[in-house]
């Protein structure tokens, strides 16, 4: 079967950098993303993870270890709109679907 | 151009009645997905479809079932809607460019009472 595990919260103040990891458990594996989702609406993407190494953009970055099963997201310079829930996902059946993290709850205070 | 939409964004059932949820892409993407989202629970894949006239079982079907009569519509169905189904709704599309980039509607609330 299928497995992601992440933290269920983070806390950090404006400015900080946080780190969210995700490890995954999969058959067969064809790539790690994130999802950012605010309170009430809709996932949004964020990065894509296919090969082991870092990906940047702008004040985020996504990490991914094929041979640890591990990957993270860094947030740099964290915002207040930056509270968020943070969703790592990985494509299963073939590719053509996503199983999803259960979320972790990141809050950003002053 | 609207991206993914949704229709209704609200909705309150009882026990036993039968709906269906309306989703709708203007990017032309050949893959696309429902989901549920419940509290702690993070995004379930319910049924999804890699084209028109296609559909596969998710993490979580029974109780749903789906259409995909055209390419740009995904019809998501309770025939006899229990509580356990209230959850927030969402739809997603995504296109075959190598991105994994899912495109997310703005979700459909659904009470069933």
């Known amino acids: 079967g299928q497995s992601l595990e992440q933290p269920s919260e983070v806390t950090a103040v404006e400015g900080a950098i946080v780190q969210i990891n995700c490890t995954y458990q999969t058959s067969g594996f064809y790539g790690l993303s994130w999802y950012q989702q605010h309170d009430g609406g809709a996932p949004t993407f964020l990065s894509y993870n296919a090969l082991d190494g870092l990906e940047e953009t702008g004040r985020f970055s996504s990490f991914l270890s094929r041979s640890d099963s591990y990957g993270y997201l860094l947030l740099q310079e964290l915002q207040m709109k930056d509270s968020a829930s943070y969703f790592c996902?990985?494509?299963?059946?073939?590719?053509?679907?996503?199983?999803f993290g259960k979320g972790t709850t990141l809050s950003v205070s002053s | 151009n609207a991206g993914v939409t949704q229709t209704p964004k609200f909705r309150v059932l009882k026990t036993g009645q039968s709906m269906t949820l309306l989703c709708a892409q203007d990017?032309?993407?050949?893959?696309m997905y429902w989901y549920r989202q419940d509290p702690g629970m993070g995004l379930r894949l319910i049924h999804y479809s890699v084209g028109e006239g296609t559909t596969a079982k998710g993490e979580v079907p029974d109780g749903y079932n789906v259409s995909r009569l055209k390419k740009q519509n995904f019809l998501l169905g309770l025939e006899s809607a229990a509580p356990s189904q209230t959850s927030v709704y969402f739809c997603?599309?995504?296109?075959?460019?190598?991105?994994?980039?899912?495109?997310f509607g703005p979700g459909t609330r659904l009470t069933v009472l």
């Open positions: 996902a990985v494509a299963y059946q073939a590719g053509t679907a996503l199983i």
């Open positions: 997603a599309s995504r296109a075959t460019d190598g991105t994994d980039t899912q495109y």
């Open positions: 990017m032309n993407h050949e893959y």
